[in-house]
């Protein structure tokens, strides 16, 4: 890694990176560009192409077109070299529950060549309370910390995290988003995939929008798919008996609700709420609403976002080249 940020290379570098399965095109080209210590959200439908792309980064499948690099490896060819560096956080249960957290994850800092000490691991994920207790007496959410405690095992310098919080309840999941945004504060590189919106509007530091195997958008979260410079509309709803002026009204919804979508956000605000001054009324539920992250998506990929509704609250680490298995998408749900 030092090399890699000597010499300015990006952590994944792909151009042109191309799948099929048979008749399937699930991955048609793409290119992407994830920075050093970015986090870089994928997101997409169902069958969008994205796990595709992950398994072909992390080096557990094969492409046909393009190339990719990652950490400046060749993942098809130098897929032992690239599993040193790389943590993997899965989507399926798989680990020895009658093992402690600590020695689970001794267990697995054992297969890398330079470990992370794992007293440092469990703090960073906040286990240290957990150290000594069984993995079958961990709650969900502490199960999802010693994930990652696990795929930080070998001190990666880049993490994949598959679907991070699909099935948590919402106080583990902000409890996942903190422990990653550790990671980002270490210098980690992370690539993400998930479903949910908010996530990568909280996590990513950039975007990637794939449908039918191909990149729709890309950017920031606050500014994809020229997010920033949609027009904003305002929201209020008014008691009865009182009438604005006519360009400040519009017919209210079955909810009362009005809505107002001006050229000049400013100028319309200021007048609104000086005549609501002027007549002392309240314009209750008053809110400026600008695109969201999953109004864009759902523009660019023409169907509804998020809460796909996989349950799986239970996760495993990919283990090193030596143990293994195969394939890798057939245990990603328990
Ligand atoms: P999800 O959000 O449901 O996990 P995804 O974006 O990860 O979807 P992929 O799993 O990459 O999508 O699948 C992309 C396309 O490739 C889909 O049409 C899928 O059915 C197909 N596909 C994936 N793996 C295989 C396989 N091993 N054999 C044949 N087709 C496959």
Known sequence: MAELVQSGIAAIEVRGLAKSYGGVHAVR????TVERGQIFALLGP???????????????????????RVLGYDPARQRQQLNRQIGIVLQSSGMDRYLTVSETVAMYAGFYPRPRPVDEVIELVGLEAKRDARVLKLSGGQQRRLDFAIALAGNPDLLFL???????????RHEAWEVIKNLAALGKTVLLTTHYMDEAQYLADQVAVISSGLIMA????ATIGNRELARARIHYRLAGGVTP????TAPAGPDGLIELAPDDLTTTLHR???WALEQDVELTGLEVIRPSLEDV??????GPAGH???ASAGTTIAQPASIQPAGRKGRRRA
């Not at 080209?29 to 992407?32: H, N, P, R, S």
């Not at 998506?297 to 023409?302: A, N, S, V």
């Open 46 to 68: 169902n069958g969008a192409g994205k796990t595709t792309t992950v398994e072909i980064l992390e080096g557990y499948r094969s492409h046909d077109g393009g190339t990719a």
């Open 218 to 221: 890309e950017g920031p979260p």
């Open 272 to 274: 609104l709420t000086g």
């Open 297 to 302: 998506y759902l523009e660019l990929t023409g």
């Open 29 to 32: 080209g793409i290119d992407l």
């Open 162 to 172: 598959d679907e991070p919080t699909t099935g948590f309840d919402p106080s583990a």
């Open 308 to 310: 796909v509704g996989q």
């Open 245 to 248: 002026p006519a360009d400040l």
